[in-house]
């Protein structure tokens, strides 16, 4: 499995059936942006720099290092990393997971003086590291451990393991344990991290088994005091809030806030960064049995296996599905910049593995409620590791040198960075160094929206640098918003989107300012939608901003809004698209928000079969562990539609989601599908 899950709700088997190398750039040589990049984050961003510092080496070992990194912490100037190969079998055991320290990293570029040592290997699948008072602590997929090495040989074996909490997970390609992160509560230490959830293959929700009772999977946790010395009996878990499908990236800021990120899938139509809420539950339900464990917070009172957003709390920044972010990982946020770079202090990088960029948050609170703006900040694959990312960045820890190092992982499917029609498979591995370029070599002409707020009757933006009155005049604006109804299926497309004016705009004085009159913004108050039994109550709004006739580095912003002051508007929401009455666009609705993560109508192979062609084509599938050869009509579609997971095609896994489609939603699929010669 992947983290990420970014499969299709279109059917599978059917359809088979910030940073640039600035540093040489001079304060005063022309920067040249393009000016409609709404997608496209294909370039390092230009006050950034990367390094390559991947091990040339494993110690005492002949293979070459492919390092696929799951969890990263520094000691002192040595990096501790765990790092295995996603599994897809869903049968135990997985592959085995290692632990090495990387030294020669700190203060020095030359690759052939980084070097892996390997400390432990048979680990089951590790996704979490810390060390504390010279100890190794470890989450492996079921386990929490502290290791001991007895003998002072400084490698690990199993019977150098303390296990301080056992049985957190049944065996399941899509159980980890994500961290681990430092927090100091009444002066003691504890380890905080995330369990992500049980899952079938294809996507849907599988039995959270409880094996420790102890365990609310979908969940972040406490463990702890930790002390160097801890024995079992010493420590206990907690949690902290719960609601979540993957939560793929856990990251602290300075006044000890948490921040999960979680990804795109059942309840999920879109992927969420979430600053929590201690007691908070985000949306994501646990099926309740008898037999097994249910998520931290989850309401007793709601039927679990129907869910719903109104007993949730909201998301504080959608990264929409596709656009903006596919796989997101670690958050972790900017300090200590100096000078005109400042302005990004207490903003926060998130990794995206599968799209293999960093995009950026800005958060506020507005009336005591945490919402913000998400931008797009870094991209592009360069094999240097330079100009672009080696490979898809899933953890990121800053150094003692103040420097960001970034983590890749990779492997087939959709752990995948990638590749882009006609472009050679990228790496499954990597390991950068990312820095901001000194203030006094920021290109003069450099700009691009720093914050974008929320303001009585509209929205400002911030932008880096200022312009003249006669710029913003010259601009203009073109602004939309959506929302989404969550629901037992997976993922799900944007939901009563409508464009937005500008009646009025101001510059500030400092010209740094754009103050927008926008009226109809909407927020999380009533109209609601409502959609087959389901609302986008706690959900909010997101509202995307798109600057146009300005030099900025990019020109777009996606704003969610939960609470805007003065009120959201009480105007009636717009129909949605019906499946019946406007059958293609519905269909090309779906695919865009759902399945073209996965499937493309171009030809391209990407995790899932290309849709273009589908109607007649021969396709060998997977029935009953035989292969055999089906003709894709009409009725193989709408079969197909209705139990994705009974056959997959040859050469693809066994991955489809079911979209839970009703029948006129069905055949406005196989209408378009149809259409795709």
């Given amino acids: 499995m992947t983290f990420r899950q970014r499969l299709s709700t279109i059917f599978l088997l059917l359809s088979a059936s910030i940073c640039s190398d600035a540093v040489a750039e001079s304060k005063n040589k022309k920067f040249s942006p393009k000016l409609d990049n709404t997608t496209i984050a294909d370039q390092l961003h230009p006050l950034c720099q990367l390094e390559n510092v991947y091990p040339s080496e494993i110690v005492g070992l002949p293979q070459k290092p492919e390092l696929k990194i799951s969890a990263m912490a520094f000691s002192g100037d040595d990096l501790y990393v765990t790092v295995f190969t996603p599994d ?14 990387i030294t020669g990293l700190v203060g020095n570029a030359d690759r052939s003086k980084i070097k892996a040592h390997k400390l432990m290997g048979d680990l089951y699948e590790p996704t979490a590291i810390a060390v504390h008072q010279g100890k190794i602590y470890v989450g ?32 399941n390609f899509h159980t980890y344990t994500v961290g681990f992160q430092k927090v100091v509560q009444d002066g003691k230490l504890f380890l905080v991290g995330n369990l992500t959830t049980s899952i079938k293959l294809g996507g849907a929700r599988a039995l959270n088994e409880t094996i420790n009772p102890k365990t609310k999977r979908g969940s972040t946790f406490f463990l702890g005091p930790i002390t160097g010395k801890e024995m079992p009996n010493d420590v206990d878990i907690s949690y902290y809030a719960g ?19 979680d990804n795109q899938g059942v309840f999920n139509p879109s992927n969420k960064f979430i600053r929590l809420e201690k007691g908070g539950f985000y949306g994501h339900y646990l099926i309740k049995k008898t037999s097994t464990n249910i998520a931290a917070f989850q309401p007793d009172k709601v039927d679990s296996v129907k869910g719903g957003s109104a007993h949730q709390l909201p998301t504080t920044v959608h990264l929409p599905h596709g656009v903006l972010n596919r796989s997101p990982s670690q958050p972790i946020i900017l300090q200590d910049l100096k000078g005109p770079l400042s302005v990004y202090n207490g903003q926060w990088l998130v990794g995206d593995h599968t799209l293999g960029r960093l995009n950026r948050v800005f958060l506020e609170e507005v009336e005591g409620t945490w919402q913000g703006a998400a931008f797009l900040h870094s991209g592009g694959h360069d094999v240097e590791g330079k100009k672009g990312l080696t490979a898809g960045p899933n953890r ?10 970034i983590g890749h992982i990779g492997s087939g499917g959709l752990w995948r960075f990638l590749p882009a029609k006609g472009e050679a498979d990228k790496p499954l591995y990597g390991l950068q160094r990312l820095s901001f370029i000194d203030a006094s070599k920021v290109p003069a002409s ?8 929320d303001i009585k009757g509209g929205l ?16 203009s604006f073109d602004l939309k918003q959506w929302t989404y109804v969550p629901t037992n299926g997976y993922g799900g497309r944007n939901f009563g989107t409508e464009k937005l004016s500008v009646s009025n705009r101001e510059l500030s004085s400092d010209g740094k300012r754009i103050q927008l009159t926008i009226p109809g913004i909407r ?25 146009n006739a300005l030099p900025l580095y990019k020109n777009i912003a996606w704003y969610t809004m939960i609470k805007h002051r003065g009120g959201g508007s009480k105007k009636s929401i717009i129909p949605q698209i019906n499946a019946k009455v406007n059958p293609i666009a519905y269909a090309k609705a779906q695919h865009k928000a759902v399945c073209a993560a996965c499937h493309s109508t171009d030809g391209t192979r990407l995790a899932g079969p290309s849709f273009k ?10 029935r009953n562990g035989k292969t055999e050869q089906v003709v894709v009509d009409h009725a193989y579609l709408i079969k197909a539609i209705n139990n994705p997971m009974a056959e997959y095609p040859e050469g693809y896994p066994p991955a489809m989601p079911n979209p839970r489609l009703n029948k006129d939603e069905q055949k406005a699929m196989v209408k378009w599908l149809k259409t795709l010669k």
């Fill in 88 to 101: 897809r079998t869903n049968k135990a055991p997985f592959k085995k997971g290692e632990i090495y320290k």
């Fill in 140 to 171: 492996e997929k079921d386990k929490i451990s502290r290791l001991e090495d007895k003998n002072k040989d400084g490698i690990y074996t199993k019977n150098e393991k303390v296990i301080l909490i056992d049985g957190i997970s049944q065996p």
């Fill in 243 to 261: 609601g979540f499908r993957t939560p793929n990236g856990i990251g602290t800021g300075p006044s000890n806030e948490i921040i999960v990120t």
């Fill in 396 to 405: 990121m820890v800053k150094g003692p040198d103040g420097k960001f190092y």
């Fill in 446 to 453: 450099f700009n691009e929206m720093v914050a974008v707020r």
């Fill in 460 to 475: 400002e933006i911030e932008l880096f640098k200022a312009i003249t009155p006669q710029q913003l005049e010259a601009a």
């Fill in 523 to 547: 927020d999380n108050s009533a109209p609601f939608i409502k959609s087959r039994g389901y609302t986008n109550k706690n959900v909010g709004w997101v509202v995307e901003v798109k600057v």
């Fill in 613 to 622: 062609g589908i109607l007649g084509r021969k396709q060998k599938v997977i």
